[in-house]
């Protein structure tokens, strides 16, 4: 029964201790908010050797340009850790698109003709293709969608080059008949590191 009570006590003691910690930091918080919001109005509005806006904007500004160029550099460190380049045939009817059906529910049926080579000093295994379709919904939003496809020759030796035509399915549609396509090939190896393609027009046959 001592035990039982102890516990009891020692449960109710933890929350409320856990409660008092929580709105301390609550407040704590909520009240620094408060002064930094009050110090910002007041340095906007405060008479500078420029306007208290205009240096608000610069900073804004510096901070955009610095985050784009960290951004540029992970993309960049990205790309140089790529295994394969992966580029599209210049015939007609390299990259397209059609629409087919899988049972009675309409599909995309989309197909590329792709110069593959091995960059690396390994034989490497695909074991998955990857298309990144972009697209809008209701004209005016844009969107993005990634779905899995079908490579035939999955091994490639240690830098050579082959050629391959790779094919994935989207269900359901995202485009209608007639629209030209916007998308780029993901190639993702063994070694888990992905090689992506340009971004390229695939045009509809009917």
């Known amino acids: 029964m001592w035990n039982w009570l102890k516990s009891v006590f020692a449960g109710l003691l933890q929350d409320e201790i856990k409660r008092l910690i929580t709105l301390g930091l609550g407040t704590a918080l909520a009240g620094q ?29 510096g901070i955009l340009f610095v985050s784009s160029v960290a951004l540029n550099i992970v993309q960049w460190q990205r790309t140089r850790r790529r295994n394969f380049a992966i580029v ?43 298309l990144i379709v972009s697209y809008k919904v209701f004209g005016f939003i844009p969107r993005r969608r990634r779905v899995a496809g079908i490579v035939a020759n999955n091994v490639i030796q240690a830098r050579k080059q082959g050629r391959d035509r790779l094919i994935w399915m989207i269900d359901p549609p995202v485009l209608e008949q007639g629209q030209t396509m916007s998308a780029r090939p993901i190639i993702v190896d063994s070694f888990g590191h992905t090689s992506k393609g340009e971004w390229r027009e695939w045009p509809y046959v009917g």
């Open 88 to 130: 599209a045939e210049g015939h007609p009817m390299a990259l397209h698109w059609s629409m087919g059906k899988n049972g009675e529910r309409p599909v995309m049926q989309v197909s590329g003709d792709f110069s593959i080579a091995n960059l690396s000093q390994h034989n490497l295994v695909i074991p998955r293709i990857e």
């Open 33 to 61: 908010g408060a002064v930094l919001w009050a110090y910002g109005k007041a340095f906007f509005w405060d008479t500078h050797p420029l306007p208290g806006w205009v240096i608000l904007s610069v900073v804004g500004v």
